[in-house]
């Protein structure tokens, strides 16, 4: 169990306990932004100092005996959107809204980040890695997350996001929305958007999208889905095919080992497929425009990129998974051009029966493979081993 409280206003104060089995190692990670004011193991303050400072993190060392219980941890600082882990992760708490996620590192780990352990713990937690989280907001905005309230300004799950901002707030049919700007007429739009995506998606896989909570954030700050909550980042003039591929993300993907997940097939690839196949029905874009800017994108990486002209199966080596979100969807077009639209949708539908929110396994490209007929083999050779496919796009 890990308790974070947060007290929030242009900055942030920071009062970390983790308690569990047996810790083993005498360091944490946390933002380079933060700093650390008092480290104690098993309630006894400990000398610390910061060891290294690599990228956007700092890796604080701290003299503790080992194996101990009990990790306390008091920190502050501001971030300056110097230190996201990825573009669109820029935060500034200076700003009227911004969002505190893992990729900000916000609160310290307990571990080197972005190993296979981090990813497997973040993709699949277990008891231990529950948060209990406390906020207090020392101004007149309002915070929204993804986890489960408790009471007021208390709160129970994992992987804590936090949003915080003028907000206001919508009940709809399928949820609730945070609004930044939106309108009337856009939130009428959503609630549309959702209702004919989660029709159109149910011949892949029967499930309904309710009890969602929608948090808008900036144009900018990237959007992404953590089980019934969806973070969209748009202005006033909302994007409706980024929020079908976001509500597509809630019920819709397949799950899979961390090491595959690395390659973006699997959750963004067959995400853009089926977002190009809603967005064709409900007349938002058509499946050509769409695979004109698939190419127009695939292009321009492979171009920045020679390494990355490898089959799709090899984007997790590579750390190529941001050709997935143009290359997948192309591969998965090429498939259902040699099968046909129905024996695509009916292998799909299996595919989500076992491997996805309800099944018992994990897929990987093998497991992938196998679900289709051997006549398809030689579009699999071209795209998720050769990538040979992928390339010819250059010519």
Not at 297 to 317: F, K, N, Q, T
């Amino acid at each position: 169990m890990i308790r974070l409280k947060l007290i929030l206003s242009d900055g942030i104060e920071g009062y970390f306990r983790a308690c569990g089995p047996d810790f083993q190692s005498d360091f944490f990670s946390l933002n380079r932004s933060f700093t650390v004011h008092a480290v104690a193991a098993d309630g006894k303050p400990v000398s610390f100092f910061t060891e290294e400072v690599s990228g956007n993190c700092q890796l604080v060392r701290f003299a503790a005996p080992l194996p101990f219980h009990e990790l306390t941890i008091h920190y502050s600082g501001a971030l300056d959107g110097s230190t996201g882990a990825y573009p669109y992760a820029r935060e500034k708490t200076s700003d009227p809204c911004f969002v505190l996620r893992n990729e900000t590192t916000y609160y310290p780990y307990p571990g080197h980040l972005y190993t296979p352990d981090y990813y497997e713990r973040l993709l699949n937690p277990v008891e231990e890695d529950r948060f209990e989280l406390e906020i207090s907001l020392l101004d007149r905005r309002v915070f929204c997350t993804n986890l489960q309230q408790i009471d007021s300004g208390h709160f129970t799950g994992f992987d804590p996001t936090v949003a915080v901002g003028p907000y206001r707030v919508a009940l709809l049919p399928f949820g609730r929305v945070y609004s930044l700007t939106l309108e009337q007429r856009q939130l009428d739009d959503i609630e549309q958007i959702l209702f004919r995506t989660n029709q159109y998606m149910n011949r892949y896989l029967p499930a309904q999208i309710r009890e969602l909570q929608i948090i808008q954030l900036p144009a900018g700050l990237g959007s992404f889905v953590q089980g019934s909550c969806l973070f969209w980042s748009t202005d006033g003039q909302f994007d409706p095919v980024q929020l079908v591929h976001e509500a597509i993300h809630t019920h819709w993907n397949p799950r899979c080992t961390p090491t595959v997940q690395r390659s973006r097939f699997f959750d963004e690839g067959i995400t853009q497929y089926f977002t190009a196949l809603v967005c064709d029905q409900l007349g938002l874009c058509s499946l050509d425009q769409f695979c004109q800017q698939y190419r127009e994108e695939a292009r321009r990486l492979l171009l920045a990129h020679p390494e990355w002209r490898v089959g799709i199966s090899r984007y997790p080596e590579l750390q190529a998974g941001d050709l997935a979100y143009s290359v997948g969807p192309l591969a998965l077009m090429a498939l259902r051009e040699a099968m046909g639209d129905e024996l695509m949708e009916q292998i799909l539908l299996q595919m989500l029966l076992r491997f996805g929110e309800n099944g018992n396994e994990r897929i990987d490209f093998e497991r992938f493979r196998e679900l289709f007929p051997a006549g398809v083999q030689q579009v699999f050779a071209d795209w998720f081993d050769r990538g040979s496919a992928a390339c010819a796009l250059l010519e």
